[in-house]
């Protein structure tokens, strides 16, 4: 925080002393809060931290990298199955659960091997790619969602230490106010209502300054959830807020948006579903093969058996699903509409928003500042001459104040539009 330099006029009549001083006081006294231990916490240090350290990013890439390790699995053969048994064993008689004496008695032993089609083999396997890309686009939106809900919570504590920083100055000066004001009262030189008047202005201020340290810590606590005790750390300066990494068309480009993407994954997964179940019409085969052992006397013998697939009721079965898996894709397909639509309208809002709140904070700075410090200069006047009063002055310092908290406010709007538009696109989409 700056401190300023104000000249005083000569001071001419008892009365007018003791305003001037307080005047005095009230202009010149600026003592700025304590910030807090530790190297200062950039903004882009505690996005990278909230990167790093989001367990939901590293959940989806665990579940991309699970979908494709299905991929290959899923395109091949099943594995084949051993089959061991015996066959007709007598149950009574002379040769009641022997297995050599009998000639239709057999052990046998054999291999089965199921023969899905291979377009089936090859949709299963483009399902578990497409579920992969699914889980890529989401992690790219996860990490997009982590680096814009942190870094608008740093701004948030940037922000809120600055409005601690500006009731700080302005407590201590109405401290001291209080104390020149009461040392008059008490010397009969001043009423008793100006006294009244400082330390209602005082309270207030207190009780201002009690809000703004709540919100602080929320604000502490909200980064914290990002980035863990790191947020303990005083936030730097502020990036430059009047740029964005990425031009026009890109932000235009819907379809370069990871949310947009995920959707898009859906449709797509949710069409491969359909095709699955339009290939589970045309049936699959299986062969076995197995060699039977029978008793000494007899000849042992080999056998090969052939299964197909026959789904002869398809408008019972095959059909239902591939019309269930059908309505599913249109609802894919509708959701990605929504979801693009939603994000175009998105962008557009928060450029205005963004437009709109640059605009505002220029006008407060360039405009309604002056305008503070001018109302504060003219009542300062008029209190050093005699022809205003404590309580004129210190409504226009509190006016003053005021004025500043709303640029901060103006300046958090606008941080928060541009941390969003920030992060609309992954890094390797920007330019």
């Known amino acids: 925080m700056r401190s300023r330099s104000v000249s005083v006029a000569p001071i001419g009549a008892p009365r007018a002393s003791l305003r001037a001083r307080l005047a005095l006081i009230a202009a010149l006294l600026v003592v700025p809060a304590a910030p807090a231990a530790g190297e200062p916490l950039s903004f882009a240090e505690a996005v ?41 064993v007598p149950t009574s008689g002379s040769d009641a659960w022997s297995l050599t004496r009998d000639f239709m008695t057999m052990s046998k032993i054999g291999l089965m091997q199921e023969f899905p089609r291979e377009e089936k083999r090859r949709l299963r396997s483009q399902r578990a790619e497409n579920d992969a890309m699914r889980n890529t686009a989401a992690g790219e939106a996860a990490r997009v969602a982590v680096e814009r809900d942190a870094a608008t919570a740093w701004f948030a504590r940037r922000f809120a230490i600055d409005v601690q920083h500006v009731i700080a100055e302005q407590i201590a000066e109405a401290e001291l106010a209080v104390a020149a004001v009461g040392g008059a009262y008490r010397a009969g030189r001043t009423p008793q209502a100006d006294l009244i008047a400082a330390q209602s202005v005082l309270v207030d201020l207190r009780n201002r300054a009690t809000d703004a340290a709540a919100q602080s810590r929320r604000a502490a606590i909200a980064l914290a959830r990002f980035i863990g005790a790191d947020a303990v750390r005083p936030p730097g300066d502020a990036p430059d807020m009047n740029r964005l990494p990425f031009d026009a068309a890109s932000l235009a480009n819907t379809e370069l948006q990871p949310e947009v993407r995920v959707a898009q994954a859906q449709e797509t997964l949710a069409r491969t579903d359909a095709e699955l179940a339009r290939a589970a019409k045309a049936p699959d085969w299986s062969a076995e093969l197995s060699y039977a052992f029978r008793g000494s006397p007899y000849s042992n013998m080999v056998s090969l058996m052939v299964a197909i697939d026959l789904p002869w009721s398809q408008g019972t079965r ?13 609802a894919a397909r509708a959701m990605r509409e929504d979801v693009t639509r939603m994000r175009a309208a998105e962008i557009e ?83």
């Not at 579940?63 to 084949?80: I, K, S, T, V």
């Not at 450029?351 to 002056?370: F, H, K, Q, Y």
């Open 48 to 88: 990278r931290l909230a990167v790093a350290r989001a367990p939901q990013i590293a959940a989806q890439q665990a579940m991309a990298e699970a979908a494709r390790e299905m991929a290959g699995p899923a395109g091949e053969l099943p594995d084949p199955k051993l089959k061991l048994g015996v066959e007709n």
């Open 318 to 330: 095959q059909d239902r699903e591939l019309a269930a898996k059908l309505r599913e894709l249109d």
């Open 349 to 431: 809002s928060m450029l205005a928003e963004w437009d709109s709140a640059r605009e505002r904070v220029a006008r407060t700075r360039g405009e309604l500042l002056p305008l503070a410090a001018q109302r504060r200069d003219a009542a300062l006047a008029a209190y050093r001459a005699g022809t205003g009063t404590l309580t004129s002055l210190l409504e226009a310092r509190r006016g003053e104040l005021d004025a500043r908290l709303t640029l901060i406010q103006q300046e958090q709007a606008a941080a928060k539009a541009w941390a969003w538009l920030q992060f609309v696109l992954p890094v390797t989409e920007k330019s």
